[in-house]
Structure formats: structure tokens, C-alpha cells
């Protein structure tokens, strides 16, 4: 019942900057806390950035400095900026929010995933 598609991924030099999007769709009512998570090849999905509703960030101490999640309340869109990428960095990225429906069912969803690639 509803729906997370990101953007933005691609292919960036080491160093450069990269901003992903996650937007929801769907009969929401609230959205509660979101995140951004990734998965390289041969490995396990490992979260990246959270954002709980009351406005508290956690990142992962990989990213710490580099990536800043925010929100679009507005929109039921949010976002992941990545700066000075690194070629660590490399993996499919996936968005995910929970929250409530607008007949007040709960929701936990996950994009489809978006290739981030940096080239050294």
C-alpha cells in the first residue's frame, strides 16, 4: 500500500557528491522513522542513516561527516546527501520508512534499490 522509489544514484569521481531521494506514495498517513541502507556485493545490507520522527539522526560511523539525511514532510520524500565519496562507498542503496496507513495499519517498506558507484 505504499510505495518508496529513489533517484539519484549513478556514477561519481572519488570526492564528489551524490544526493539520493526516496519518495512515498500511497494512502499515508504518518511516516515515522525512514533510513538509507546499502549492500555491496557479496555482503550484508548495513544501515547507512536513520531519521526518527522526533528528528534524531544516527549514521553509521563510515559515513559520519560525510552523509546527512533529511526530510520533505511535504513531499513524504526523503533524502540522503553523500559527500567526499569514496569508492567504499560502492553498493546498492535502498530506502525505508514506516509509519501508518490512512486506515491506521502499519507499514515498514523498502525501495527497489539504487546503484551508487565511485570511481577512484
Known amino acids: 500500500q505504499v510505495q518508496l522509489v529513489e533517484s539519484g544514484g549513478g556514477l561519481v569521481q572519488a570526492g564528489g557528491s551524490l544526493r539520493l531521494s526516496c519518495a512515498a506514495s500511497g494512502r499515508i498517513r504518518v511516516i515515522n522513522a525512514m533510513g538509507w541502507y546499502r549492500q555491496a556485493p557479496g555482503q550484508q545490507r548495513d544501515m547507512v542513516a536513520s531519521l526518527a520522527t522526533g528528528g534524531s539522526t544516527n549514521y553509521a560511523d563510515s559515513v559520519k561527516g560525510r552523509f546527512t539525511i533529511s526530510r520533505d514532510n511535504a513531499k513524504n520524500t526523503f533524502y540522503l546527501q553523500m559527500n567526499s565519496l569514496k569508492p567504499e562507498d560502492t553498493a546498492v542503496y535502498y530506502c525505508?520508512?514506516?509509519?501508518?496507513?490512512?486506515?491506521?495499519?502499519?507499514?515498514?517498506?523498502w525501495g527497489q534499490g539504487i546503484q551508487v558507484t565511485v570511481s577512484s
Open positions: 525505508n520508512a514506516n509509519g501508518r496507513t490512512t486506515t491506521w495499519r502499519s507499514f515498514d517498506s
